[in-house]
């Protein structure tokens, strides 16, 4: 099933660059995406089909990230027919290929159980986004597209060397050297700590870049900034789940090798400084969507804080994965339409949103107060299981800075918020053609009643997956 998986969305992106039609193209992304999420859901409940080849095995940590990917891939792929209709002026075949590519390389990640493979499949999916960040060809886009892949390359190269070290880590005390998951596991108390410390710096550092952590979180902004709402969406929502995927295996074997304490403080650190840096340069966020770069900067680290605090925090942590990835979509999505309406992204063009896109305006209102951990959406749930780890952990001081740093965030990020939706509605924007669609705004809607109903109730099946991604992290039976 892996191949399948894998394989399926990359002969749909041979596809999409064969097919001549620019108006037929983007339903190939909605028909594959449909296509994956079946396959995926079919995959989840089928354990025997978890198990492909010896360097891909889907875990329980792994089956969350697909389930995310692919539900967010197929929401996105709706949303992106609509959005490709109203720029025909623009080709999409580099778009389309790029986007089902990005699908396979992502589900690759979630497979492998070879570090060095997963390590190229993250690669791939930096090189095979970077185009989709440049679609609207301004001088803007280019400087986006080039400072995420400047600083990507950077961080990649120092996951890489991390990677390096931790197989090293096993050859030093006369072990044969491994990079499969499985068996660096099974000597991760033999492992030298020396070099498994610096591994894990450099892991840390290399796909905390991917991630978006602060400090390295530098080119979030420009990228989220200038690319289509769709993009930052799978970027917020995929790409950064990878990430994080591949950190949790690093610190899967850390806590083989009996380094938990150690890994734990620099998590918490790294998490508290991002939603630190995050809350700071949301005050007075004129650019709604340089805004939503800096929450995901944020959420990044609040999942990075709750992996620090480990034990009971665990649960809400992998739960966030969930609820900050179909929430992002919400967000993102909604703000490519009032982007496109009002034809700007700063505050003092845009306002009225509600008045001028009743549904997009709302939604993004909704995200809004989704994201930031207001009831009775599913990041409350998770944010507050997170909390209740830190207070069950005796971490008072941490639990203490993290609601602090979630009001902060609330507030800065409210005052942009508003002044997108309330207000009067310009007289330039009154004037653009551009309407709320069936394609472009049920995709969000959808999106929106999934944050909503993880609020209000987890299906069994994720409450299950969730508990065995825990138990498989702490290595427990």
Request: aromatic share 10%.
């Amino acid at each position: 099933m892996a191949f399948a998986l894998i394989f399926l969305p990359i002969l749909m992106a041979a596809l999409a660059v064969a097919v001549p039609s620019n108006h037929l193209r983007p339903w190939l992304l909605p028909v594959t995406g449909s296509a994956h999420l079946a396959l995926t859901l079919a995959t989840l409940a089928r354990p025997e089909w978890t198990t492909s080849a010896a360097w891909l095995v889907l875990d329980p940590l792994g089956k969350l990230v697909l389930l995310v990917v692919s539900l967010l891939f197929f929401f996105c792929s709706f949303y992106a027919v609509g959005y490709l209709r109203h720029r025909e002026e623009r080709p999409n075949r580099v778009f389309c290929a790029c986007l089902l590519t990005f699908l396979g390389l992502l589900s690759l990640v979630t497979w492998a159980h070879h570090l060095g493979l997963m390590w190229v499949a993250i690669e791939g999916t930096t090189l095979v986004t970077a185009p989709l960040i440049y679609f609207n060809h301004t001088q803007r886009s280019i400087e986006a597209t080039w400072k995420y892949l400047l600083v990507g390359s950077v961080g990649i190269a120092l996951a890489l060397l991390g990677t390096f070290f931790l197989a090293y880590a096993s050859l030093h005390t006369g072990m044969q050297a491994t990079l499969t998951l499985e068996g660096i596991l099974e000597h991760a108390p033999k492992l030298s700590k020396p070099w498994l410390h610096a591994a894990f710096v450099l892991l840390l550092v290399g796909y905390g870049t991917k991630m978006g952590l602060a400090p390295m979180h530098s080119w979030k902004p420009d990228a989220y900034g200038e690319a289509p709402g769709v993009v930052g969406a799978l970027l917020a929502g995929g790409v950064t789940s990878g990430a994080f995927l591949a950190l949790l295996r690093t610190y899967h074997i850390c806590l083989a090798a009996g380094e938990g304490a150690y890994v734990s403080r620099l998590l918490l650190v790294m998490g508290l400084f991002s939603m630190a840096v995050a809350g700071l340069f949301m005050v007075g966020q004129r650019d709604f969507k340089r805004m939503l770069a800096y929450s995901s900067v944020e959420h990044m680290g609040i999942l990075a804080l709750g992996l620090g605090i480990g034990g009971p925090a665990l649960f809400g942590t992998l739960f966030h994965v969930v609820t900050n990835g179909l929430t992002k979509g919400v967000l993102f999505l909604s703000a490519g339409n009032i982007h496109r309406a009002y034809g700007s992204k700063n505050t003092e063009q845009v306002c009225g949103a509600m008045r001028r896109l009743p549904l997009s305006g709302t939604l993004f209102l909704v995200g809004f107060l989704a994201i930031t951990g207001s009831p009775p959406f599913g990041p409350f749930i998770s944010e507050f299981a997170i909390l209740t780890g830190a207070l069950t952990a005796g971490r008072f001081l941490i639990g203490g800075l993290f609601l602090c740093l979630l009001l902060a965030v609330f507030i800065g990020m409210g005052a942009t918020v508003l002044k997108v939706v309330q207000g009067r509605v310009p007289a330039a924007a009154r004037r653009t053609p551009y309407r709320d669609s069936f394609l472009t705004a049920a995709p969000i809607m959808g999106l929106a009643l999934l944050v909503l109903l993880l609020g209000l109730y987890i299906p069994a099946p994720l409450n299950t997956l969730i508990g065995d991604a825990v138990r498989f992290l702490e290595g427990r039976p």
